[in-house]
């Protein structure tokens, strides 16, 4: 089981320092809001759209156009960590992607064809609670047929692992697909 953001796909941080300068807005006030409490949890529980959220940061930034530039901002899928996945379900191994999202993830991941390379992609908009709740690790663990001691999760959050390790799960504090891939080989997932 894989996170999304930071794993899978990265995003270019100069992308939205760009946008703050060409708006005159402080440095740091778009992401400041966007991913504080309570509007990062309403968007990520499903309680409001991605489009809701966007538009709340340009009314809390005073200015929906920079929200708007910044809510388009590009990322990049890893085509190593892709290769990665590949490799896991060419050795007969289910792979699923858990990630803090939003109802843009389904077209944001189709875009880069996610989903013909995993078994399964869950996010919280849909499952209602968050990483690292041990209520949406149980959620996908359940969906998979798969009990805890069974599964192996990796983040780069390192406090995002929490729930996966309350149920048992192995878990990998993310920071690089080399070091995943020796942490999947200490498994005896890949050879």
């Given at each position: 089981m894989f996170d999304l953001d930071g794993v899978i796909r990265h995003f270019d941080p100069e992308h939205?320092?760009?946008i703050e300068r060409d708006h005159a807005l402080p440095v740091g006030s778009i992401e400041?809001?966007?991913f504080a409490s309570p509007v990062i949890d309403d968007v990520t529980t499903g309680r409001i759209s991605r489009a809701d959220w966007v538009r709340a940061i340009g009314e809390h930034v005073g200015s929906p156009t920079a929200a708007e530039a910044w809510g388009r901002q590009p990322f990049t899928p890893d085509p190593d960590v892709l290769a990665l996945l590949?490799?896991?379900?060419?050795?007969?191994?289910?792979?699923a992607v858990l990630t803090n999202g939003t109802d843009g993830v389904p077209a944001e991941v189709a875009s880069f064809g996610l989903p013909e390379r995993v078994?399964?992609?869950f996010s919280s908009h849909e499952i209602g609670v968050t990483k690292p709740d041990?209520?949406?690790f149980q959620h996908v663990l359940e969906a998979l047929g798969v009990d805890g001691p069974e599964a192996f999760f990796t983040?780069?959050?390192?406090r995002k692992l929490a729930g996966a390790?309350?149920?048992?799960?192995?878990?990998?504090?993310?920071t690089g697909v080399d070091g995943?891939?020796?942490a999947l080989a200490a498994r005896g997932v890949l050879s």
């Amino acid at each position: 089981m894989f996170d999304l953001d930071g794993v899978i796909r990265h995003f270019d941080p100069e992308h939205v320092a760009r946008i703050e300068r060409d708006h005159a807005l402080p440095v740091g006030s778009i992401e400041s809001f966007a991913f504080a409490s309570p509007v990062i949890d309403d968007v990520t529980t499903g309680r409001i759209s991605r489009a809701d959220w966007v538009r709340a940061i340009g009314e809390h930034v005073g200015s929906p156009t920079a929200a708007e530039a910044w809510g388009r901002q590009p990322f990049t899928p890893d085509p190593d960590v892709l290769a990665l996945l590949d490799d896991l379900r060419a050795a007969g191994h289910t792979t699923a992607v858990l990630t803090n999202g939003t109802d843009g993830v389904p077209a944001e991941v189709a875009s880069f064809g996610l989903p013909e390379r995993v078994d399964a992609v869950f996010s919280s908009h849909e499952i209602g609670v968050t990483k690292p709740d041990v209520r949406a690790f149980q959620h996908v663990l359940e969906a998979l047929g798969v009990d805890g001691p069974e599964a192996f999760f990796t983040d780069d959050s390192e406090r995002k692992l929490a729930g996966a390790v309350t149920l048992g799960m192995t878990v990998h504090h993310y920071t690089g697909v080399d070091g995943l891939r020796s942490a999947l080989a200490a498994r005896g997932v890949l050879s």
